[in-house]
Structures are given as C-alpha cells and as structure tokens.
C-alpha cells in the first residue's frame, strides 16, 4: 500500500544552476495563481438559483430545513459524502476529504460560512462512523429526502443497471449509486435560499490538502502505478498498516507499531469499504 | 472580529440558465485542473542541490540533524514557521496553514513523506505554543543554527530596514521572519537534496480555507481590510481578538479596528 520506491539518477546541480530553473519555474506558478484568482471571480460572478423544495434533514437536534443548516451565517457549503445506507462505513476517499474539514471550521466561520456533510445513511449509521473517525464537523442525513437525487449524487438501481446516469453535469457512466460532490448556497435575510455552485469529481480535489502537499514533493502524488483507481492507496486514517505518530519509535524499533488491523475484529471488512472513483475521473 | 461585507444582489435566474453558466465555467475549471498538473510535473523535474551543511536542529527529544527529520521516510516537507526567538507566540498566518496540515501527515505517510516545522523560537515556546494549539505535528528549532538565512526565511533588523532576498526576488518585507515551504529527498545513502522551495502566495493551495472560500459568493471577502489576512486569529482566539505581541510582529503595519475596541 505504501511506497518506497526509489527516485534514481536524477539531476543533480549546482545552487546556482537550480535557481535559474526555479525562476522559470516560478513565473509559471504566479501565472497559475492569477489564473486562479480570475476563476475564482468568474465563479463568484454566477447567477443563482432560488431552491424552492422543503428538504427536511436528520440532524441530531431533530429535523432541520436547508435554511437552519447556515447556522446564522449566510453561507453554507454542503459536502456530498457517499455513504449509502446499506453501507457500514463512508467512502474512502471521501472520508480523505472529510479529514481535512476540521481544521477549517472555525475559520471559515469566521468568514460568514458553514461548512457541513450530508450523506444518504441514517443518522445513527452517520454518528456511529463520526464517533469513530474522530471527526467534529456537523453531519446530517438526507435519508428520506430529494436532496441527494436532486443534486446528482446518488442513483438509481436502473441507472446503475443501465450504466447511465447524470453526474458531474454530464450523463456518464459511474460505478456506484452515490457521488460525491460540493455544492454551495447562499441565504439572505428574508429567509430565501438560493444555490449558487456545485462541483464534482475533480472539482473538490482543492480540499484535500495532502495532495495539495504531495504537489510540492519530488515523487508527487506517486498514484502510477496504483490499481485499478488512483486513490488504491488511501484507507480510512484509523486502518493505515502503520500509526504515523509512533513512526520515532517505529524507526528504532522496526515493526514496533506495524500490526495488522485487517486481523483485529473491530476493523470492518475490506469488501465494505467504498471508494469513489469519480475523484480522478478525466 | 470579522466584518463580512453584504453579499451584492446577485442575479437569480432558472435551473437552466444557470447550468448553462455553470458548464461554461467548468470547462474553464478543467482546464485550469490540467495546467495545475501540468506545473506540479515541471515542479518534480526540477534539478536537485545536494545539502552540504550539516544542520542541528533543536528538538522536544534533543539535537536532530536535517536527516533525521526525515524519520525513516525518503522525502520531507518543511514549512518555515515565522516565530522568532523573542515573540510570545507564532504568527498567527502560519497557525492557519498549520490548522490545515495536521489532518494531512497520516495520509503523506502513506506516500512516503515527513512533515515537520521549523522555527527559530526556542524549542521551550515553540513547545508550550504547540501545546495551546493542540498540533501534532513535529516541529523543531533552528534558533542555533544557519537554516533560516540559507533558505530565506530569517532577516535581521537591519536587512529589514532595506530589501532583502526573500521569494527569489530582492524585496521589502515586513518581519524579520518570512513563510515557506521546503522540500527535500533522502537517497538510501543518506545524502540529503534540496529539491524545492516556495514562499509568499506560493503554498497558499495548502490552505484549504482559501479553496473553500473560492467557492462561496462573497469569496475571501478580504476587499475592505488593510491586508489579506487582516481577519485572521489563533483559532482559539476568534472570541477574544487577543494578540499577545502588541506590535504584530509577523504583520505588516496596520490600524486593526478590531484590537482597538476591546
């Protein structure tokens, strides 16, 4: 699962040899931050839509409308985390974005917006899961609702049968009967809510900051050779081989902190784990 | 603290309409998804500087060396963490890209990278400060040796008064301390190269904060302040508003309207 192939033979100069590359370099990354930064104004420039359906949600407080969910802010960003209701536990790679959400909260309150999680399992199924990970950020069920069909991250069995379905703003084929996505709203003081963004496979990619890092490293993100998705690699941060915060001890003590968790009975079996290959999807 | 401006009236249209926008929009955003690939292949093909200098760095564990904070992994992300040796805590700008980075080192394991902070505060505050913020991460003191000046993070007084060379450009800059990432990889001989460095707006993909706000109508909304980051606090002092170095020493000079009124 983990990689430790080597980097051979690569170039190697002098500091003022590599400062002329960086510079080249550079120039090229400023360019792609402005880009960035104009993206974001065109996105911010979208007209929205006034969202007129009651969608009511299980929240551990009762059930809630898509308005109490701002939480007295007026933004509110929804992650659309693929947790089916016949699933035991969430998406890998949503549960690898949902890690990143924590450290973001306070701050983006700060910024007059909510961020929030919203998937199809019930709640009980929802709490067990959050308890497990860790997690803090508020997670409501749309078990029950239209919201998830209505924002095209959860199919039917006919559209799963048939291989068809419309996700990421195209009809495609995609292998599993929820998506995962972001999608954003904004509510004024009347009470109106009004959906102004959704993204989709590659579209949240932004969010999840190990690979914002990883793009910084000299192996990158190292996915080539996984199989049969990119993301092969990514477990649920409690069933990685080894604790990374015992990686001191282990590297005194080889195999100090390497247990396998697939033989502890409390870890849930391999096959119930759901993956959302769409991340990568082109 | 924080004054959001209204949100202008914003044109409300159909579903139709509007994913007529929003398709337009997103083959603009795929685009700008295979350039971002684009530069971070050309970021993994840059040459590579051996690192001659052997540098000790000081730990809650005691002295590391440079290879050594790569703990058994072959490549090792550090982020330059302004705090010099004589403020009474970290930069408030860096603690917000450290709010994002704790959640990604189990992952980065995964893929064969470390991750630690270096600063040149001693070892005794960067603890008792790490502590308060409830970071995990490792995080170590170069405040003994040349680490901060070779890579371009640390100036003194003087330099400040002046330009000096941070950013790969000769610049004015506010704090004798600056932010950055640098990147280095470890070959099976222990040889240690410098395989990347970026500063300023160049590590602001790793906070995720940024990126979500990227997305929601009013954006950073940073228009009105007199910089950036103006609005940012510890994130156990959003209440409070409460810096404890009065002269904000990692801050540009700025009349902050919030600490004068309370």
Redesign the interface.
């Known amino acids: 699962m983990s990689t430790t192939r080597e980097i051979k033979g690569h170039e190697v100069v002098s500091p003022e040899e590599w400062l002329v590359a960086r510079k080249e370099l550079l120039e090229k990354e400023k360019k792609l931050n402005r880009e960035r930064d104009a993206l974001a104004a065109e996105r911010r420039a979208l007209p929205c839509v006034g969202v007129e359906k009651k969608y009511i949600f299980d929240t551990p407080s009762g059930s809630k409308t898509l308005a109490e969910l701002f939480d007295g802010r007026s933004q509110l960003l929804i992650y659309h985390l693929m947790f089916a209701a016949d699933w035991d536990a969430a998406c890998l790679g949503c549960s690898y974005v949902a890690d990143h959400f924590d450290g973001a909260l306070v701050h983006l309150a700060n910024r007059d917006v909510t961020l929030v999680a919203v998937s199809r399992a019930p709640l009980d199924k929802l709490w067990r899961f959050k308890q497990r990970m860790g997690w803090r950020f508020k997670w409501y069920s749309s078990y029950g609702s239209d919201f998830n069909r209505d924002f095209h991250v959860t199919f039917t069995k006919d559209e799963l049968a048939a291989g068809q379905m419309y996700y990421n703003y195209k009809v495609q084929s995609f292998p599993m009967e929820e998506g995962q996505g972001l999608s954003a709203f904004y509510g004024d003081q009347a009470g109106s809510v009004f959906h102004t963004y959704s993204t989709y496979g590659r579209g949240v990619e932004a969010f999840i900051n190990a690979y914002n890092l990883l793009d910084f490293v000299a192996k990158g993100r190292d996915e080539q050779d996984q199989k049969p998705i990119p993301m092969a690699w990514v477990r649920h941060h409690d069933q990685y081989e080894s604790d990374y915060f015992a990686g001191i001890l282990a590297s005194v003590m080889p195999g100090a902190s390497r247990s396998a968790p697939e033989a502890t009975p409390s870890a849930p079996p391999k096959s119930k784990a759901h993956d959302c290959c769409s991340h990568h999807s082109p | 603290?924080?004054t959001?401006a209204t949100?202008k009236p914003?044109?409300?249209?159909?579903?139709q309409?509007?994913?007529e926008?929003?398709?337009e929009?997103?083959a603009?955003?795929?685009k700008?998804?295979h350039?971002?690939d684009a530069?971070?292949?050309?970021?993994?093909a840059?040459?590579?500087?051996?690192v001659e200098k052997n540098y000790l760095f000081d730990s809650p564990?005691g002295k590391k060396t440079l290879a050594e904070l790569f703990?058994?992994r072959?490549?090792l992300?550090i982020y330059h963490f302004m705090f010099g040796p004589d403020w009474q805590e970290g930069c408030p700008s860096c603690s917000?890209l450290m709010?994002?980075?704790?959640?990604?080192?189990?992952?980065?394991?995964?893929?064969?990278?470390?991750?630690a902070a270096v600063s040149r505060a001693p070892i005794s505050k960067i603890e008792s400060f790490q502590k308060r913020m409830g970071w995990?991460f490792n995080w170590v003191s170069s405040g003994n040796n040349d680490f901060n000046r070779d890579y371009h993070v640390s100036f003194s007084p003087q330099e400040i008064q002046g330009k000096v060379e941070y950013?790969?450009e000769l610049t004015e800059f506010p704090s004798t301390e600056a932010p950055g990432?640098s990147?280095f990889?470890k070959?099976?001989n222990g040889n240690v190269?410098?395989?990347?460095?970026?500063y300023a707006?160049?590590t602001?993909?790793?906070v995720?904060?940024y990126?979500?706000?990227?997305?929601?109508?009013?954006?950073?909304?940073e228009d009105h302040l007199p910089f950036t980051m103006a609005?940012?606090?510890h994130?156990d002092r959003?209440d409070s508003g409460y810096l404890a170095d009065a002269n904000k020493p990692y801050w540009p000079d700025f009349n902050d309207p919030a600490s004068s009124s309370r």
């Open positions: 603290m924080s959001p949100a914003h044109k409300v249209v159909s579903r309409e509007w994913l926008a929003r398709k929009l997103l603009k955003e795929k700008l998804t350039e971002r530069v971070a292949a050309e970021r993994r840059l040459p590579w500087v051996q564990g703990d058994g072959s490549q992300i917000f709010d994002h980075t704790d959640p990604t080192l189990v992952h980065l394991a995964q893929r064969d990278v470390s991750f995990k950013n790969f990432i990147v990889y070959d099976k190269f410098h395989t990347y460095s970026s707006r160049g602001e993909t790793a995720t904060t990126n979500y706000l990227d997305l929601v109508p009013k954006g950073r909304d609005w940012l606090r994130h959003y």
